[in-house]
Nanobody
Framework: QVQLVESGGGSVQAGESLRLSCAAS????????MAWFRQAPGQEREGVAS????????RYADSVKGRFTISQVQATGTLYLQMNNLKPEDTAIYYC?????????????????WGQGTQVTVSS
């Protein structure tokens, strides 16, 4: 069973930065595709960014393009999300996801494994 553990969340002011990390047990079983999702209170879980380690392909939600960067350390499989110029609307619980089965990277039902989430709060 793959386990994902997120860290790096916190409370910041608008315009500041945070870097989230996702450590995976049994890295080789996570598949080539991992992603970050977020869920704000009363809202559905939404895809934030995805990373395909086969070719380094990255995809982002329109709301975070130019501000967030997803990356992965190949040796360990640790997934990162660098979040710059944070806005109050970025406030949510952020989740790491793996075990992708397609077809859409932003579809939460396409992922088999999930972390417990880490809270990000951005105040104005």
């Amino acid at each position: 069973q793959v386990q994902l553990v997120e860290s790096g969340g916190g409370s910041v002011q608008a315009g500041e930065s945070l870097r989230l990390s996702c450590a995976a047990s049994r890295y080789t079983d996570t598949g080539d595709f991992m992603a970050w999702f977020r869920q704000a209170p009363g809202q559905e879980r939404e895809g934030v960014a995805s990373f395909y380690r086969g070719g380094g392909l990255r995809r982002y939600a329109d709301s975070v393009k130019g501000r967030f960067t997803i990356s992965q350390v190949q040796a360990t499989g640790t997934l990162y999300l660098q979040m710059n110029n944070l806005k109050p609307e970025d406030t949510a619980i952020y989740y790491c996801a793996a075990g992708y089965s397609g077809p859409w990277w932003y579809d939460s039902t396409a992922y088999k494994y999930w972390g417990q989430g880490t809270q990000v709060t951005v105040s104005s």
